[in-house]
């Protein structure tokens, strides 16, 4: 093919950069390309997105990755799920575990039987039904398997991980397979004239680098994409009104937990992420409510042990870019657009971003069609995120704090309103084109959130009612079984993946 | 919470197919909680001689009971393993669309764009790589000792025996049927229907009524749009294509529209879709005085905004070249079941229905429109194709790309063997692909075809059943 493109110039390391940096280097091997990754030092990276979701497992197998490398490498625990404590105030807490609840019976969804045994004598928590969320309230953990007829196929990992340390390990792979590294700030981006297409990036030292496609990794400035080529900035700040973070890691006082933690706070909402030797802890709030010190004290007062690092601010203002990718630059990470790690979808719109630059892999004409549709389809991720970010806010039951109050009376968009809507009705659960959340994840929320339908399937009928305590009762029974003979979470990172043997990969 | 434990009453009117699948459906999913009466009021759907049942309603069948020895034996059914298409415009735009996708995909890359790389010429890629054209052409269907995966075939039935095997396995399971041009129906206050009167008896505490006629008064709103098209007419045809065609019945305002069009009296329909390409060579090299191509026939594409779960399925009506009326409303009625509520005035379920049937429609609506916009410009209009369709073409023009949503009820191969078959051809190939080494992608593509030649040996003749796995 003649009209190839050659040089491919990725503007910021971090985790965004180098996870673009390695996947290309997967794919584009041949020698025709030519990948180079700007970087400074002195620019450090955001280091949040320390939690995942299972997507983050595809990227690495796709990548060749070894995964006890990968976890050895990162000081990565295992990630069951998100324990939400305290969003419908006082004590409560709910997890959206990484997995199904029950199964289907005469093709009705499990939940329908679940909200009919609510009005029978014989009470069930809808938590019972999840081997996810009894590995991980048990702190137990076994790497599920592929058979559907057993009941360890019925959940998904993903993994906590130092964020840092896994940018480091893809420059390694990446360096390995060809991309070169420059040390520069980018100084100058400089269009042409005529086509305002990126020419080159110009660095502090006066370095020109030319490049055919850019990869804008500069983080929340969005250097090229948005100081450069000016495509505009959605700012969702009316639904997801946190524009604050402060994080800080300290050491680990007890073995790791495998879920994540999201604590509410009168303005915001405390992350805590248990890694291998340390734990990430962070205070997402609105600065309307409360200032940074307000907030850095909440923070330091709920965080046991020593504290490693200084704590560290954030200023980010939710949305997304008008387009994620402009001329020949495609913004990826924090550049493209900012969701709080509510859900730990940071990374997983990274690899989405850069997975779908791939199968929309330019040539030197960047047809305008492959543009449109990258867009597309990157703006919908972002879009679906959104919706059931705001669920989480909307329905939280902290009564009489004005943060939370205003969040529970806002307006909210109507593609929620709709699904809302339907599940309030009857319990179904609108089928989305989602490639992140799915039926069991949009039902954690709900019913962790206390979203109660006001009638359940009528075709749980045809099962009678003594009939369905006893499976309810068989399955919980199963699932306390696969529970009992599982290894401690430790135990498995001991035999797998501990960081304690790390090598020299 | 609204509990429900109780027994539904069903009404169908109508004593169409559609009526006694619903009723069969519904029944069995619903077993002892519903009772259902079809009210034939003496008017039913005309019924095409032949019908195909599409390659997605094995589930269906099995729940209703009907195994491939029914469909074969009692339903006169014969398997195909995909669709035919004959443009009649320039012959060699015919193709042939398989229920399974043909070739394989690598990593981010379709087959075609495969076959492109290596400079094969891959026009007739769904005839060259495909199982289904294989034994479609050969007459065949897998044997007991056929080792590679089943295939994904249709059954195409005499509709009346389907019809009648339907209705005895709707009877047989208790649903009532009361035969009464002396109906009436009743609405409540906030206009729901329930209750009906038939001579004098009345039937109360209606849940939900499923309306099977097409000029039934309460059916939902609904915004008609004309979508024309072409199809092969056979005016003072003596041939006996019965067999195998579609006879394609018509309404009385359709047949007095189709001969002010044509100026003279036609006697039968045929679906062009059902004709194998000999008879369809056989068609067109005939007396031209044999044949005459019309256009405009109405096909009304409906926006469902019912505002209650009193649907009215017979109007899940999908275009002629896309075949798929029976899966269609196979799927409707698993929507309707899904999202059955024990509110009468529950409007929130009513309104996920129509989203549902619309999003269906819309994409069946699509796949149609290409088809129409892909034949030649002399003889087809290439209006209706939708603004995605629009994109999706324009996409694929330039690297053979194409994306759809994971909900997309249509499968992207039939996109692509439209687009492919009427010789739409994308200008270059993935750029990536030039990192793959050519030679293997050819040994792979040999080795596709070799299998297809190994499984054909593996075949028995159509008529037989295709074994389960």
């Not at chain 1, 004409?365 to 972002?382: H, L, P, T, V």
């Not at chain 1, 307006?411 to 089928?431: T, V």
């Not at chain 2, 039937?203 to 008064?217: C, E, G, M, P, Y």
């Not at chain 2, 019912?306 to 002629?320: D, F």
Request: with cysteine.
């Amino acid at each position: 093919m003649s009209n190839r493109i050659k040089t491919i110039v990725i503007v910021g390391g971090g985790t965004a950069g180098w996870m673009a940096a390695a996947a290309l280097s997967r794919y584009l091997f041949s020698g025709h390309y030519h990948i180079r990754l700007i970087e400074s030092e002195q620019i450090g990276t955001v280091g949040v997105g320390e939690a995942t979701i299972p997507g983050i497992r595809d990227f690495n197998q796709k990548l060749g990755i070894n995964e006890n490398d990968f976890m050895r490498a990162t000081h990565a625990t295992f990630k069951l799920g998100i324990q939400f404590e305290g969003w419908n105030g006082g004590d409560d807490k709910y997890m959206h575990p990484f997995g199904f609840f029950g199964h289907e019976l005469n093709g009705v969804p499990f939940h329908h039987y679940w909200l009919k045994s609510q009005q029978l004598s014989h009470k069930f928590e809808l938590e019972e039904f999840s081997l996810a969320y009894q590995l991980a309230i048990n702190n137990k953990f076994k790497l599920p398997n592929n058979d559907p007829k057993s009941i360890f196929s019925t959940f998904f990992y993903a993994f906590h991980l130092d964020a840092s340390r896994y940018a480091v390990f893809l420059r390694k792979y990446a360096e390995n397979r060809g991309v070169l590294r420059t040390e520069g700030k980018v100084d100058t981006v400089n269009l042409n004239p005529e086509s305002g297409f990126i020419d080159s990036v110009t660095l502090d030292d006066r370095t020109q680098i030319k490049g055919d496609l850019f990869i804008d990794c500069s983080g929340f400035r969005g250097l090229l994409i948005e100081k450069a080529l000016g495509v505009g900035y959605q700012d969702w700040s009316h639904w997801l009104p946190c524009n604050r973070a402060v994080a800080v890691q300290s050491e680990s006082l007890e073995e790791p937990l495998p879920y994540t933690r999201a604590i509410a706070r009168d303005a915001g909402w405390q992350w805590r992420i248990p890694l291998q030797h340390r734990v990430g802890n962070g205070y997402v709030y609105c600065d309307k409510q409360i200032s940074d010190d307000e907030a850095w004290q909440t923070l330091n007062a709920n965080v046991p042990g020593k504290q490693l690092t200084e704590p560290n601010f954030l200023k980010f203002t939710t949305g997304r870019r008008d387009k994620i990718w402009e001329k020949n630059c495609v913004s990826v990470g924090l550049s493209s657009g900012f969701l709080e790690p509510l859900e730990s979808t940071s990374i997983h719109l990274i690899q989405t971003a850069i997975m779908k630059l791939i199968t929309h892999f330019p040539d030197n004409q960047f047809a305008q069609e492959d543009i449109d549709d990258y867009n597309q389809q990157m703006c919908s991720q972002f879009d679906q995120v959104k919706d059931f970010l705001i669920l989480h806010y909307f329905k939280n039951g902290r009564k009489d704090i004005p943060f939370w109050d205003e969040c529970r009376t806002m307006a909210i968009p109507d593609s929620l309103k709709e699904r809302l809507n339907l599940f309030q009705s009857s319990g179904h659960i609108q089928e989305c084109s989602s490639e992140i959340f799915v039926d069991p994840n949009w039902l954690a929320v709900y019913i962790g959130q206390k979203v109660k339908p006001n009638s359940y399937h009528p075709l749980t009928d045809t099962i009678p009612n003594e009939q369905l305590i006893n499976i309810l009762n068989q399955m919980k029974i199963a699932i306390g079984n696969a529970v009992s003979q599982c290894p401690t979470h430790q135990q498995t990172i001991q035999n797998y993946c501990s960081s304690a043997s790390e090598s020299n990969l | 919470m609204i509990t429900s434990n109780k027994l539904y009453r069903l009404i169908v009117l109508g004593n169409t197919l559609e009526a006694w699948l619903a009723a069969a459906y519904i029944k069995r999913k619903m077993n002892h909680l519903v009772e259902i009466t079809i009210v034939d009021n003496g008017q039913s759907n005309p019924i095409a001689q032949y019908i195909n049942l599409g390659s997605t309603t094995h589930l269906f069948h099995k729940i209703l009971g009907l195994t491939q020895n029914d469909m074969i034996n009692f339903c006169e059914g014969k398997i195909h393993f995909g669709q035919s298409y004959y443009s009649i415009g320039d012959k060699s735009k015919s193709f042939f669309i398989p229920y399974s996708s043909s070739g394989f995909e690598k990593g981010f890359f379709h087959f075609h764009q495969l076959l492109s790389r290596i400079n094969e010429n891959f026009k007739n890629y769904n005839e060259s790589y495909s199982i289904n054209f294989a034994l479609e052409k050969n007459n065949k269907v897998p044997s007991q000792s056929y080792r590679g995966p089943i295939p994904d075939y249709s059954f195409v039935v005499n509709s009346s025996r389907y019809h009648e095997k339907i209705k005895s396995i709707a009877l047989s399971m208790g649903v009532q049927y009361i035969q009464s041009t002396n109906y009436q129906l009743k609405t409540d206050a906030n206009g729901t229907i329930n209750e009906l009167t038939v001579d004098e008896e009345k039937i109360k505490n209606i849940s939900h009524v499923i309306n099977t006629l097409v000029n039934f008064d309460s059916q939902p709103n609904k915004k008609s749009s004309k979508a024309s098209y072409r199809t092969v007419e056979i005016v003072n045809q003596e041939s006996d294509y019965s067999d195998i065609a579609l006879q394609w019945s018509l309404d009385e305002e359709s047949i007095i529209k189709k001969q002010k069009l044509m100026g003279k009296q036609f006697i039968k329909g045929y679906h062009p879709i059902y004709l194998s390409m000999q008879q369809i060579e056989a068609i067109y090299s005939a007396d031209n005085k044999t044949i005459a191509i019309i256009e405009d026939v109405i096909s009304d594409t409906i926006e469902w905004s019912a505002n209650k779960l009193n649907i009215s399925l017979s109007n899940l009506e999908t275009p002629p070249l896309v075949v798929c009326e029976l899966e269609h409303f196979a799927a409707s009625l698993a929507d309707f079941i899904r999202l059955f509520t024990v509110e009468k005035n529950n409007t929130v379920n009513a309104k996920e229905f129509n989203r549902l049937v619309n999003q269906r429609q819309k994409s069946i609506d699509d796949l149609h429109h290409l088809i129409l916009y892909q034949a030649s410009s002399k003889l087809t209009p290439s209006t209706g194709v939708s603004s995605k369709i629009k994109k999706m073409i324009e996409l694929y023009k330039t690297h053979g790309r194409f994306s759809l949503s994971p909900i997309e009820p249509v499968k992207a191969h039939y996109y692509f063997s439209v687009l492919i078959g009427n010789h739409l051809l994308p200008k270059s190939y993935h750029p990536l692909l030039d990192e793959l080494d050519a030679n293997q992608i050819k040994a792979e593509v040999k080795g596709l075809q070799n299998q297809i030649e190994i499984a054909l040996q593996f075949t028995n003749n159509k008529g037989d059943l295709i074994p389960k796995r």
